[in-house]
Every structure is written in C-alpha cells, then in structure tokens.
C-alpha cells in the first residue's frame, strides 16, 4: 500500500477546519475545540519522537453494553454502542519488525518485536501482549504484518468500563490493516482477531461483544447464536432526542485482578450447560432449569443455578429492548434497562467482590441514582461487573444536577455523558473520515 498522507497534511487541515464536519460527528459541537487541540498534540508528538516521512490518523471508540450482561460469552444475545470517548493512533510504517508505540500519560514505550508472534507469559495483561496477538492473528490469515511507529491517546480508560482493552486491539487491527494491507481486511475479521488476542495473549475471557462494537459502531443488536459469524443489526435510536442522557458513572476500583472473577461466570455457566445437556445456555428454557434445580444445586452449586436463570432471563430481555426501541417505546425500555441491573445484583452477583465485602461502590452508586431518579429514568451495572461502572438514563434537564450529586460522592470527572457513535474503527484521512467499514 502506497501511503501518501503527510503530518503536515493533517496539521493543515486541522487549521483549515476542513476536518470540522466530521470531528463534529464523532465528539459533537462542544468537544470540537478540545478534540482539535488533542488532534494538534498527538501530530506534534508523532513528528518530535518519530518523524515519519507519511501517517496514518486511526480512531477506535470505546462501547457501551446496553443489554445483555455476561450473554455473549454462551452464546447469547446482547445490545451495545459504540460512543464518543475513543483511542487515536497517528501510525507510520518502519524498517524491520519493531512495533513502537508512545501513549499519552505513560513514560515508558510499548515494544513488540513482531519477528516472533508466539504468546508470552510475561507480558500477559500488558499492551505488548495485544500488539503481538493482533500482529499473529493477521499473520495466521494471509495478512501482511511490520514494524511500525505510533503516537497513541486515548479517552476510554481503564477501569471505565468501556473496554479499553477491546478499544485497544481494534485500533492495532486498523492500524494493521490501513498501514500494511490497504483496508482490505473486514470489520469482523479485525474484531475475531481481537478477541482472540484478548483471550490467547493479553489472559482476559472476554466474548466478542466489546471488539465487534468497537469494530462496526452505532448500535447494534448482536445475536451470538452462531460466535464468530453473529447476526448483527442496526439500531436507528437516540437517548437525547427521548429526553434522556446516557452516562457511566465510575464507582472507582481496580479492574486489573477481576479476571478470576470474569471466569468464574463462564465456568459456572458452562457448568451448568453441561449438566442440562448443551455445551452453552443458548437455547436452555426457564423451565428446564427451574426442573433442574435440584441437580444444578447439588452439581454445580447454588451460585451457578442463579447466574443461570440470569442468563436465560436476560437473553429474553435483550429481544425485549430491541422492540422498545425499535417502536420507540422509551418507558418500557427503561423498565427492562432496571430489570437487568437487578438481574445481575440478584442473580448474576457481579455488583461487588465477596472477598472485600467492605467495598460496594456499585450497590452505591445504584442506590444513589435510583434515589435522585425517583423513577424518572433508569441505572444498571454496566459492563462485566465487580468494580467499576454503573449505566444511567436521566432526563436532560436535570443531568447537571445529577453529576454534581454523584460526584459529591465519587469525585470529580467520575460521572461520563455518553454519545453514541455511527462509526466503528476508522481511518481519519486529511480530506475527511474514511468510513469503509461501515
């Protein structure tokens, strides 16, 4: 691939305002400035570090579940976002197999010698670990992989709750795919290719929902009845224009050792598939567990027959909001949002660790909202559970007040207005936004 587009390019139409209309769609009106300026930053870092002679702007967003809590991973049905806050690479090709990678925020260099893509375990967790799994999964398809430079910022952060691990790999793939392979490779494949590399070398049991959102964008209804070639629907819906603003709350906590945690709900699920016949819970009925009650009490305990009835429930409850929105039901989509927050506090169990009781900050922060929503909206933990986020619905006219309530409480910043975002991983080219995979 023939790589034509210069920093100085991207710099002047930055000054031009030529990219105005498509950085308005992505962060809208009151973010241009500041999103102008970050832009500004990550090409004047790019050229002081690495001086590529061409460059390629790379944009991955972060997602948010709506539906459909610990669904995917057996096979379920869930409903997710992709939104705003997002991870921008400038990326440039180099000589050799090095990839060299500067994030904003940390001083040390993320390096993967790309020369030798067999899993490390020493790097489990890490970044390194994504750039080598990314760089092996396209390798094992027939892609073409290289070294390369890049200057990376990102606004999703860990511990968030909109996967930044996913929003992570996704930009690697596109990095990948529009340095070295011309666009050619597909939003699905890119976003296997994460998940694989999440799962195989980073260590985290993740299912496929976070990297496809991250990959297609807007909202999507993903049915995972078949895993890696899902049925996937577009939502036209949105919140603001119902009188509703979207927001994550950050309850603070520390995601880095909740993978335990992430895996003991697929081993209990996969557990019980087993003991009712099916190798996952897709497909299961109500009455067939409530039947088998006994047996899954006495085999796989009573934790895993709770987060069972929660995924057979709750897999319902994703084609039920799929209809609310699709008939512009906004009410009874908020009811079946708080039915499954409290499906996954009651049966799931992943609103806080047992191993330290003393911590809630996500019972909390659910308390706090239900009691200044009074019914006017709706809240549920948001993403895979334990620590960290909530999801909320609250009207726009008393948004501000909200965040000054839960803030009192979780800190400044800690509360997140969401928008959604039409378009998945993309490459940011001078003239404007290339939107080929949509």
Request: proline share 4%; with cysteine.
């Amino acid at each position: 691939m023939t790589m034509t587009d210069t920093l100085g390019d991207y710099v002047d139409a930055l000054k031009s305002g030529s990219l105005d209309a498509d950085l308005l769609a992505l962060y809208g009106k009151a973010e241009l400035a500041n999103q102008k300026l970050r832009y500004a930053r990550l090409l004047e870092t790019m050229q002081a570090r690495f001086a590529p002679d061409t460059a390629a702007v790379i944009i991955a967003p972060g997602r948010t579940e709506l539906g459909g809590n610990h669904t995917d991973h057996n096979h379920g049905q869930v409903l997710a976002a992709a939104v705003h806050l997002d991870c921008v690479a400038v990326a440039a090709p180099a000589p050799g197999m090095q990839a060299v990678i500067h994030s904003s925020g940390f001083p040390e260099l993320i390096r993967a010698d790309l020369s030798d893509l067999a899993p490390r375990p020493e790097e489990r967790g890490r970044p390194e670990s994504l750039v080598r799994g990314v760089a092996a999964g396209l390798a094992e398809k027939g892609c073409r992989i290289g070294g390369f430079t890049a200057c990376v910022n990102s606004t999703v952060l860990p511990g968030s709750g909109l996967s930044s691990s996913a929003t992570f790999g996704m930009l690697l793939g596109g990095i990948f795919n529009h340095l070295f392979n011309g666009s050619c490779t597909t939003a699905l494949d890119l976003a296997g290719i994460a998940k694989l590399a999440e799962n195989e070398f980073f260590g985290k049991p993740c299912g496929f929902m976070d990297q496809l959102t991250c990959a297609l964008g807007g909202i999507l209804h993903i049915d995972f009845k078949s895993h890696l070639d899902p049925d996937v629907e577009r939502i036209d819906f949105e919140f603001t224009r119902a009188g509703y603003q979207l927001a994550v709350v950050d309850t603070g906590g520390n995601h880095a050792e909740l993978t335990p945690e992430y895996a003991a709900i697929t081993k209990e699920m996969g557990a019980a598939a087993l003991l009712l016949g099916k190798e996952v819970l897709r497909g299961v009925s109500i009455g067939e567990v409530i039947q088998a009650i006994p047996r899954l009490r006495q085999k796989a305990g009573d934790r895993a027959t709770l987060r069972t009835i929660h995924f057979v429930e709750e897999n319902q409850r994703v084609g039920a909001m799929v209809s609310a929105l699709r008939e512009n039901q906004v009410e009874v989509y908020l009811k079946l949002v708080s039915a499954s927050g409290a499906s996954s506090w009651r049966l799931l169990q992943n609103c806080f660790r047992t191993s330290t009781p003393q911590m809630q900050g996500i019972p909390l922060a659910v308390i706090m909202t239900e009691r200044f929503l009074d019914g006017n909206g709706a809240c549920r933990v948001h993403g895979g559970g334990f620590e960290g986020t909530i999801q909320a619905y609250v009207p726009k006219a008393r948004f501000d007040d909200y965040r000054q309530f839960m803030e009192r409480v979780f800190g400044p910043g800690s509360v997140m207005a969401l928008r959604i975002r039409r378009s998945g991983v993309s490459r940011l080219r001078p003239v404007g936004l290339d939107r080929r995979f949509d």
